[in-house]
């Protein structure tokens, strides 16, 4: 099992920052890839970004250039810093962690935290 506890989610108004954190625990040897989801209103969840053990991202392409991943592996956390918000990235945002066991995959998701942004 793992867990994920999220921080960092708040008001803000475009064009601001925003800082978000998510701790792992538990089972985190086997974590392959960790990263952030998003859910607005009536939308599905999307992915936001995403890092793997390895550093290598891949990122929404309404979030590159303003959004970045990264990873303490040291603290187990992953961060998602959030730059040039626009209301549009008012979401709950999910912290998600990808776990392998042989020839399984898990996923395990955090809370969510919310996110909004206001013009």
């Not at 040897?29 to 999307?46: T, V």
């Not at 890092?51 to 992953?78: C, E, L, Q």
Request: hydrophobic share 35%; charged share 15%; net charge neutral.
């Amino acid at each position: 099992q793992v867990q994920l506890v999220e921080h960092g989610g708040g008001l803000v108004q475009a064009g601001g920052s925003l800082r978000l954190s998510c701790a792992a625990s538990g089972s985190i040897f086997s974590i392959n890839a960790m990263g952030w989801y998003r859910q607005a209103p009536g939308k599905q969840r999307e992915l936001v970004a995403a890092i793997t053990s390895g550093g290598s991202t891949v990122y929404a392409d309404s979030v590159k250039g303003r959004f970045t991943i990264s990873r303490d592996n040291a603290k187990n956390t992953v961060y998602l810093q959030m730059n040039s918000l626009k209301p549009e990235d008012t979401a709950v945002y999910y912290c998600n962690a990808e776990r392998v066991a042989g020839e399984i995959t898990y996923d395990y998701w955090g809370q969510g935290t919310q996110v909004i942004v206001f013009s």
